[in-house]
């Protein structure tokens, strides 16, 4: 990912660039980690069974709640990338999502999610996984109301409802019986 103004840039330093190699790391900090699992004897394998969105919107008390930042870059000035996890415990089950959300001014956006839900009492958890993407000019062109309000271009929620989906999947993890 180049930032918007590195082909004006390049162009103009051609000869110096030619000498020069391309960084060959993210330097977005885009992450895809889905978490480590332990003990290692679990079973993980794809599923159609869906996160149960029913009781998670059920009125239960919420006995444990926390939203924590992991990490928080500015990009050198040129968008933001952070990723935070959310984690609620209800009477009868957890439900957590980690979501990496990365915003290239003038280039792209992407929102990399994994949800993972366990009722208790069963032998299993489900992870969703979910990643999301654009380019700048794709999204405004598909929603030509965010120039009214730049700032929405900083809000992931919005962003999460808007940017096209480029890969989902459901894996079931396995517990084992102790």
Known sequence: VDVAYSQGWSEKRKGMIEKMTRQTYDWTFTTKFKGSLSPTDVQIEKTEDKIPIEL??????????????????????????????KLRVMPSCFFSLQRFFLRVD???????????????????LLREYQERYSTSEALVESNKELLADKGKFC????????????ECYVEKISIPSS
């Open 155 to 166: 809000d992931q929620n919005l962003l999460a409802n808007l940017l096209p989906v480029q």
């Open 56 to 85: 998670l919107t059920r009125p239960d008390p919420i006995l444990f709640y926390d939203d924590v930042v992991l990490f928080e870059d500015e990009l050198a000035d040129n968008g933001s990338a952070i990723v935070h996890v």
């Open 106 to 124: 003038d280039v792209c956006f992407r929102i990399i999610e994994i949800r993972l839900f366990h009722q208790f009492g069963q032998n299993f």
